[in-house]
């Protein structure tokens, strides 16, 4: 009895805290603050499709995954295609909850669970750069799921087994450095999507934080804790960060290397050295088996 009326719960605990988060987001945002937050947000990788001519932010990269294949849409402010339609509400509502403006849920293809814990300030800067992409009309493509999961009805049933919606915790026992790595790494660049090993629903293994293992699309993906880590110093790993060569001489391939060029790239020298000091300060965790 009590499971059944969990998600009815997750859904009432959901209005009441976004109810109060709407009061938040009147003021107006600096977009120019934004376009930084959406580099180290990797926007643009997820909305923009593989073409040489593609429109960034109007939608069509194809996410490859075990349960099918997802399409990132258009984000750019056209009326009919994009989210020219949607008020700043709706955007806190998508990256707080992973709720659409009509209610339904999204996938977890769409980082929601790490986008809830971005900064009220930021979500409203980052909606603010977001308004002044030029509109395209390129069409949304549907998502091809394998069965069951292309039931979008029970996506709520996968939020209350894995999504706590939430601010960003800061750690009062860890420096300031770390403390932005962490927001770094945990909220705007979602790497744990990825690092993170997940069970059989797609469900992340929290005890596995950033260990590594399969991606998304069934490859492998390093551990990056210190148990790895440890073999590389600053210096090493922040050259790998900004030019994607490693220390034996060989280079950053597929997702990776996209990453590097439109985000790690990009961050401010400050962000660079917050996020290497958060890596360093994680618990070694053993790499994930083969």
């Not at 258009?74 to 009326?79: G, L, R, S, V, Y």
């Amino acid at each position: 009895m009590e499971k059944a009326v969990r998600p009815a719960v997750l859904s009432f605990a959901i209005a009441l805290a976004f109810g109060s988060w709407t009061a938040s987001v009147l003021a107006q945002g600096d977009a120019k603050r934004g376009e930084y937050l959406a580099k180290a947000g990797g926007c643009v990788a997820c909305h923009t499709e593989e073409s040489k001519d593609a429109v960034p932010f109007a939608g069509g990269r194809a996410l490859k995954t075990t349960f099918g294949t997802f399409y990132g849409p258009n984000i750019t402010p056209h009326p009919q295609a994009g989210i020219g339609r949607w008020t700043e509400a709706d955007f806190v509502r998508a990256m707080r909850f992973g709720v659409r403006p009509d209610g339904a849920h999204y996938y977890p293809a769409f980082p929601y669970p790490s986008f809830s814990r971005i900064t009220d300030d930021d979500l409203r800067d980052l909606w603010a750069f977001l308004r002044t992409l030029a509109p395209s009309s390129r069409a949304n493509q549907a998502h091809d799921l394998e069965f069951p999961f292309r039931w979008r009805f029970l996506v709520p049933i996968w939020k209350w087994l894995f999504f706590t919606p939430g601010p960003f915790a800061v750690d009062g026992k860890a420096s300031s450095p770390v403390n932005r790595g962490a927001y770094l790494v945990q909220a705007l660049g979602h790497c744990s999507e990825c690092h993170t090993p997940r069970n059989f629903l797609g469900g992340p293994e929290r005890d596995r934080f950033l260990a590594g293992g399969k991606g998304p699309d069934g490859k492998r993906v390093p551990n990056l804790t210190p148990a790895r880590l440890k073999k590389w110093s600053d210096a090493e790993l922040k050259e790998f960060l900004l030019t994607g060569l490693t220390p034996d001489g060989d280079a950053a391939s597929g997702l990776m290397d996209e990453i590097i060029r439109n985000t790690t790239s990009q961050l401010t020298p400050g962000d660079l050295a917050a996020l290497i000091a958060y890596l360093r300060s994680l618990p070694p965790l053993a790499e994930e088996p083969r």
